[in-house]
């Protein structure tokens, strides 16, 4: 079992950027496919990065090319680099984690989700 706590939210102006972070109190990240998703108000939550437990990596086409996510496995923690920050942006980023491998963005294939950092952008 892991317990995921997410970090690095805050308000921006459009074409700024931020290091979203997902660290593990309980539980190593190494073993488990990790993935982060978003949700604007009124909106479905959406895949928009995943890391497998092999170091595979995967974006939604919305934010390819913005948005990096990596991995460091000595500090147990996930991370976001999320860059040319656009008011469509803005929305509550969840890191969510499946033991064991999978390459998927779909919201079902993760069990353990954290609570979210809010990420606002103005224009």
């Known amino acids: 079992q892991v317990q995921l706590v997410e970090s690095g939210g805050g308000s921006v102006q459009a074409g700024g950027s931020l290091r979203l972070s997902c660290a593990a109190s309980e539980g190593t990240l190494s073993r488990y496919s990790i993935a982060w998703f978003r949700q604007a108000p009124g909106k479905e939550r959406e895949g928009v990065a995943f890391?497998?437990?092999?170091?595979?990596?995967g974006y939604a086409d919305s934010v390819r090319g913005r948005f990096t996510i990596s991995r460091d496995n000595s500090k147990n923690e996930v991370y976001l680099q999320v860059n040319n920050l656009k008011p469509e942006d803005t929305a509550m980023y969840y890191c969510?984690?499946?033991?064991?491998?999978?390459?998927?963005?779909?919201?079902?294939?993760?069990?353990?989700w954290g609570q979210g950092t809010q990420v606002t952008v103005s224009s």
């Open positions: 969510a984690a499946r033991a064991g491998y999978i390459a998927s963005l779909a919201e079902f294939q993760y069990n353990y």
């Open positions: 890391t497998d437990n092999f170091g595979g990596t």
